[in-house]
């Protein structure tokens, strides 16, 4: 199913982040901090997205390139969500490139391997071939499967968040 929907629904934003839901995928950017409660609210809102959507839901994660890594307790949290019933996809960006961006998606695959969520599961490096991929993920569970409006989504949640925090720095 092919829909047009051109901007995502805000449900929060900070300095740190934002997040926003279209379609039947819950959208996160990280953009500075990942901090505990802003990853409890996300949990929260996979959560409600669930119910609204019985067909289950994608959860589409960019870590911006200026993101530093999460404390120890923020990552335990990390488990939580890829256990959460309802997911049926997950996916993480980082579109950076070089060493850094490697090992950031490399440590990404790894506490997604080591969750092992039941779910199709991915580490992208840019947004368009995390659209393309949740499109067709989304596409087996009869959901939005729109790669260019899924892209558009995520990428207005971004300009969105610069826009707000043009020099949120680290």
């Not at 060493?99 to 991915?122: M, Q």
Request: glycine residues 6%; proline residues 5%; hydrophobic residues 45%.
């Amino acid at each position: 199913m092919t829909i047009g929907q051109p901007t995502p629904r805000l449900v929060n934003l900070d300095e740190d982040h934002v997040t926003g839901v279209a379609f039947n995928l819950v959208l996160l950017v990280w953009r500075r901090r990942t901090l505990l409660e802003a990853y409890r609210a996300a949990i929260q809102l996979v959560t409600e997205t669930v119910v609204k959507n019985p067909r289950g839901v994608g959860v589409m994660q960019v870590v911006e390139v200026d993101a530093i890594p999460p404390d120890s307790e923020t990552r335990k949290a990390f488990g939580l969500m890829m256990h959460l019933p309802g997911i049926q996809h997950f996916s993480v960006t980082h579109d950076g490139t070089g060493f850094k961006a490697a090992s950031v998606r490399a440590i990404v695959s790894g506490v997604n391997a080591l969750a092992r969520p039941t779910f199709a599961h991915s580490v992208q490096s840019s947004v368009p071939d995390a659209a393309r991929w949740a499109a067709a993920q989304n596409r087996a569970i009869g959901a939005a499967d729109d790669a260019a409006a899924i892209e558009r989504a995520l990428q207005s949640l971004r300009r969105l968040h610069v826009d707000k925090y043009p020099s949120a720095k680290k």
